[in-house]
């Protein structure tokens, strides 16, 4: 099983996709996200270990490829959102023109998407869906916006099956 589980912040998508995966006998969770050292962040860090069974394996790496190609049963990555933040944030692209900034992200996209199609055991990648209001005021926003529609589509289309999670609701997409 590939599966990508899209979704709005806080719409249960990272509660699913852990569901999906709890008979699996070894998971492999992947943190993708930066390190913020503020108390609400590592609270929400905190309350994401505490529901996971403690038979899993945590891993926290941007490098999404490695973390894939050796693990040792299934995988879930939470998520591509707080991934795509850490990978322009590792390479201080915030304020690079949009064109170097898409190049990075792809530089490092593309051995994901193979890593997802190489996989043996079940994949699933949480991902935030951004895009469905209104146009970010500040040009990061705008310009994450735009990635993440990009790395959603990218891994989608080599997924079998995306679930969109909304007010805890699950849809499969075809």
């Known amino acids: 099983m ?54 899993w394996e945590t891993v926290e790496t941007s490098d999404l490829a490695a973390a894939l190609s050796g693990a040792p049963g299934a995988v879930l990555v939470d998520c591509l959102g707080t991934w795509l933040t850490s990978v322009l944030d590792e390479a201080s692209l915030w304020e690079a023109g949009v064109d170097e900034m898409t190049r990075h992200v792809v530089d490092r996209l593309d051995p994901l998407l193979g890593a997802v199609t190489a996989a043996a055991a079940s994949v699933v990648l949480v991902t935030n869906e951004v895009g469905l209001g209104v146009v970010p005021e500040h040009r990061s926003g705008r310009v994450f916006r735009d990635l993440l529609g990009t790395v959603n589509q990218q891994v989608g289309a080599v997924v079998d099956r995306v679930h969109l999670v909304v007010a805890g609701r699950v849809l499969e997409l075809a």
Do not use: C, Q
């Not at 070894?26 to 943190?31: F, H, K, S, W």
């Open 2 to 55: 590939r599966l990508l589980v899209t979704g709005g912040v806080r719409s249960g998508k990272s509660v699913h996709a852990e569901r999906l995966l709890a008979d699996e006998p070894v998971v492999r969770y992947v943190a993708a996200g930066p390190a913020y050292d503020d108390a609400d962040w590592l609270d929400r860090i905190e309350r994401h270990r505490a529901r996971r069974p403690g038979h």
